[in-house]
């Protein structure tokens, strides 16, 4: 089989044109090629004449000839992921995010005894506590945005987007497909499931899991490690039943705070790493596309956008997790304290697009070396959201143009913010030192010389955005294995992981280890 990269295809372009457009490219007849698929495509809207950038796989008759003729060409060797054979000894996977849910299947799939635990509620429960918080206010420390099935992705956008190069993405992506996820995004540069979608595929994974005889467990907080000397022997569930197994794996995700300070008490090693914090920007989706797509907005999607800045004072500047037509949603865990994040269903139609503004913040501001420093200074950017929203977990909000003048807003214009339950207008500079402001706002500034939407005066911005990636970092061996044997920190949560793919393909490396 072969690959061709860097073919220009109009955007109007059906599936079944696609011989012709390849053999057209090589000039050679259409009737020479087999199975052509289209392997990878991206938009490139950087003028007028919007188009596809894509590359195909194909086979054809005389391939090492039209390999020698053709540089544009290479050989394509699908990647298959090699499962060991299974392990007598019991596995026990502690989360079920991406990280958890991935772990406990490859161990599934060798063979191997596992047992997954969720301190949440399953998916169809969860969906309820959700929406009661965005409706009334009414938080459930254990099934919010943050815990529950499927972890923090499955009310986000549903960003499949990774940096990592590691093969193992294909297999991830692939696994999607397989329990419902689109099928496009397999070649989609930037490809997405959205939460409709993504919540489906949760269900249908764990019963798969269950299928293969994973024990699932849901409301099954771990409150204690059990040890012996520097050996990891089983964990304690919600202060009461003791569990225990030859491998643990903490597939905690970013937000386990009190996990954190158990395995803290518990001396497991670990560090404060940086991360960022900012706010959420909404604008109208349909600016975001004319900028973005320009005529050819009709005929795609709704476009994203992806900004970087470098500030004056060392920071760096830049937008998280874009939303495109999706909604600014309540995303706390514990009481009194407000976080935000966005969301977006595949179909991405809603009126705003929203994307954090974060700046880089580190043990300066933190004011601490301790390794849970940077935890609390999340929770100190929390209680102030919470405190400056007027509490009940209303958001503090602002309008662009009185947050760069340190104003605090008195209406809408154009654009209404889409966070529930309630919204309060504040001054956000209340949020952030001055030097985290000064950053943002020479951020938003340069954000407007690049994209003419960010110098709308009335976008929304919301606070506060805290958790854009683990505060902590859990120190492991090249086995990925703590200095505590026989214990695994896997995944975002552990520091190893920034997203669903790279936490998915994590937990697939944290169950090759523990089968190798």
């Given amino acids: 089989m072969l690959k061709i990269s860097n073919v220009k295809v109009p955007?109007?372009?059906?599936?079944?044109?696609?011989?012709?457009?390849?053999?057209?490219?090589?000039?050679?007849?259409?009737?020479?090629?087999?199975?052509?698929?289209?392997?990878?495509?991206?938009?490139?809207?950087?003028?007028?004449?919007?188009?596809?950038?894509?590359?195909?796989?194909?086979?054809?008759?005389?391939?090492?000839?039209?390999?020698?003729?053709?540089?544009?060409?290479?050989?394509?060797?699908?990647?298959?992921?090699?499962?060991?054979?299974?392990?007598?000894?019991?596995t026990i996977v502690v989360g079920s995010g991406p990280a958890g849910l991935f772990c406990a299947w490859l161990l599934a799939k060798s063979g191997s005894p596992v047992i997954l635990l969720e301190r949440?509620?399953?998916?169809?429960?969860?969906?309820?506590?959700?929406?009661?918080?965005?409706?009334?206010?009414?938080?459930?420390?254990?099934?919010?945005?943050?815990?529950?099935?499927?972890?923090?992705?499955?009310?986000?956008?549903?960003?499949?987007?990774?940096?990592?190069?590691?093969?193992?993405?294909?297999?991830?992506?692939?696994?999607?497909?397989?329990?419902g996820a689109p099928r496009d995004i397999l070649y989609e540069a930037m490809p997405h499931i959205g939460t409709d979608y993504l919540r489906q595929v949760v269900k249908n994974m764990r019963e798969d899991l269950i299928a293969m005889g994973v024990e699932v467990r849901f409301e099954a907080l771990v409150t204690d490690i059990l040890m012996e000397q520097d050996c990891a022997k089983g964990v304690e569930i919600n202060h009461q039943e003791k569990l225990y197994a030859k491998h643990i794996v903490l597939a905690i995700g970013h937000s386990a705070r009190d996990t954190f300070e158990m395995l803290y008490q518990r001396a497991v090693p670990m560090a404060s790493k940086p991360f960022a914090v900012g706010l959420r920007i909404e604008h109208l989706q349909q600016e975001v596309n004319a900028v973005q797509y320009k005529k050819a907005s009709r005929y795609l999607k709704a476009a994203p956008y992806k900004l970087a800045y470098?500030?004056?004072?060392?920071?760096?500047?830049?937008?998280?997790?874009?939303?495109?037509?999706?909604?600014?949603?309540?995303?706390?865990?514990?009481?009194?304290?407000?976080?935000?994040?966005?969301?977006?269903?595949?179909?991405?139609?809603?009126p705003n697009a929203n994307a954090a503004v974060l700046v880089s913040v580190d043990q300066k501001d933190f004011g601490s070396e301790h390794p849970l420093a940077g935890m609390y200074y999340q929770r100190e950017l929390e209680k102030k959201a919470f405190e400056l929203g007027g509490g009940h977990y209303q958001a503090p909000i602002s309008l662009l143009k009185d947050?760069?003048?340190?104003?605090?807003?008195?209406?809408?214009?154009?654009?209404?913010?889409?966070?529930?339950?309630?919204?309060?207008?504040?001054?956000?500079?209340?949020?952030?030192?001055?030097?985290?402001?000064q950053a943002m706002k020479e951020g938003l500034l340069a954000f407007g010389k690049k994209l003419s939407f960010f110098q709308d005066d009335q976008a929304v911005l919301t606070g506060v955005e805290s958790r854009s990636s683990s505060p902590v970092r859990f120190v492991r061996d090249e086995k990925c294995m703590s200095p505590i044997l026989n214990l695994y920190p896997c995944g975002e949560g552990a520091g190893q992981a920034g997203g669903i793919v790279s936490a998915a393909v994590d937990g697939l490396k944290v169950a090759l280890a523990i089968l190798q």
């Fill in 120 to 179: 949440g509620k399953q998916v169809e429960e969860r969906i309820k506590d959700v929406e009661a918080f965005f409706t009334n206010g009414k938080l459930n420390i254990h099934s919010n945005i943050q815990f529950g099935e499927g972890g923090a992705g499955t009310f986000s956008d549903g960003k499949l987007t990774t940096g990592i190069k590691d093969p193992k993405v294909t297999t991830v992506l692939e696994t999607f497909v397989k329990y």
């Fill in 310 to 350: 470098h500030a004056t004072n060392g920071r760096g500047v830049y937008t998280f997790c874009m939303c495109p037509g999706g909604e600014v949603v309540a995303a706390s865990s514990e009481e009194g304290l407000l976080v935000t994040n966005g969301m977006s269903e595949y179909a991405r139609a809603k």
């Fill in 11 to 90: 955007i109007q372009t059906k599936e079944e044109d696609y011989p012709k457009i390849v053999s057209s490219h090589l000039n050679i007849r259409a009737k020479e090629l087999k199975n052509v698929k289209l392997l990878k495509r991206s938009i490139d809207a950087r003028k007028n004449d919007v188009h596809y950038i894509s590359s195909f796989i194909f086979e054809h008759t005389n391939e090492e000839n039209l390999l020698k003729k053709n540089r544009s060409l290479s050989i394509y060797k699908p990647f298959k992921l090699t499962i060991p054979f299974g392990i007598q000894e019991k």
């Fill in 403 to 437: 947050y760069m003048e340190n104003a605090t807003s008195i209406a809408f214009g154009h654009i209404t913010a889409s966070y529930r339950p309630n919204v309060k207008f504040a001054n956000l500079n209340a949020l952030f030192s001055d030097e985290i402001n």
